[in-house]
């Protein structure tokens, strides 16, 4: 395959597009833009999405909502679990190959109750135990870490999907030719905001632990900052109130 070397550059601005997007939907200031008439009979005659989400079903989790994005931005797929399969390939594979889309973002999410329910091994009825199957490598990988398992499981579910990709022909040749990048990422429920797990430029695999590579305000931090205007405001109240001490 021959390598064009200019869409690593598109690439990182999908993902500056999606950090901004996720900023304005954490904080409360949505723009809801591409999402008009016009929009719509711009985009009717095809389709050109600068990202392609592959994540959850969960209701909670709606890509184009906590990205502030509209019609014809994201080539959404979603499945319960965010597993990967052939038919999820070939739709990435597309979304590549035939739109020009350069970032592929796994979605996994906080309290996924697909995963929850492998951990269980919760006995299911019917095509459901194809997704358990899918995620039980994740649930084997993390059954001797410490911390929550639930929250483990997550995350290695993403990096996990991140490998099948990494591993995937043609996928796999698009990102070593730095035409694709693919992107691992976790949702916080509670706050709104998207932590990066993993990352793969040129094929080389940059994962680190939950991150805030989208520059969006994490929880942790959000949290700290809260303890560090409180101890600030009891100092002034003690200044006031002893101010011999
Ligand atoms: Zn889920």
Do not use: W
């Not at 979603?78 to 970032?103: F, H, K, M, P, Q």
């Not at 979605?107 to 091994?121: M, N, P």
Request: net charge negative; hydrophobic share 45%.
């Amino acid at each position: 395959m021959r390598c064009a070397d200019s869409t690593l550059m598109d690439a990182n601005h999908a993902l500056e597009k999606l950090k901004a997007g996720n900023q304005r939907y954490a904080t409360g200031q949505l723009m809801h833009h591409h999402q008009s008439g016009s929009r719509m009979r711009a985009v009717a005659p095809g389709q050109h999405p600068f990202a392609v989400i592959l994540g959850c079903a969960d209701s909670r989790v709606p890509p184009e909502i906590i990205f502030d994005q509209g019609l014809g931005d994201l080539f959404v797929i979603r499945v319960a679990g965010n597993i990967v399969d052939d038919a999820i390939l070939g739709s990435i594979e597309y979304a590549a190959a035939e739109l020009g889309t350069s970032l592929v973002l796994v979605l996994g999410h906080e309290r996924c109750g697909a995963v929850a329910a492998t951990i269980k091994h919760a006995e299911v009825l019917g095509h459901i135990s194809t997704l358990l199957k899918a995620i039980q490598p994740a649930v084997d990988r993390v059954k001797d870490e410490p911390g929550d398992v639930l929250d483990n499981a997550v995350r290695a579910n993403v990096e996990l999907v991140v490998d099948q990709l990494k591993s995937s022909f043609p996928v796999a040749e698009l990102v070593k030719c730095n035409k694709l990048q693919v992107v691992g990422a976790q949702y916080n429920l509670d706050c709104g905001t998207v932590d990066i797990i993993a990352r793969l430029i040129g094929g080389k695999d940059f994962s680190q632990p939950l991150i805030d590579d989208l520059g969006s305000p994490n929880c942790d931090r959000l949290f700290q900052t809260r303890l560090i205007e409180i101890a600030h405001q009891f100092a002034v109240i003690a200044a006031i109130v002893f101010p011999n001490v």
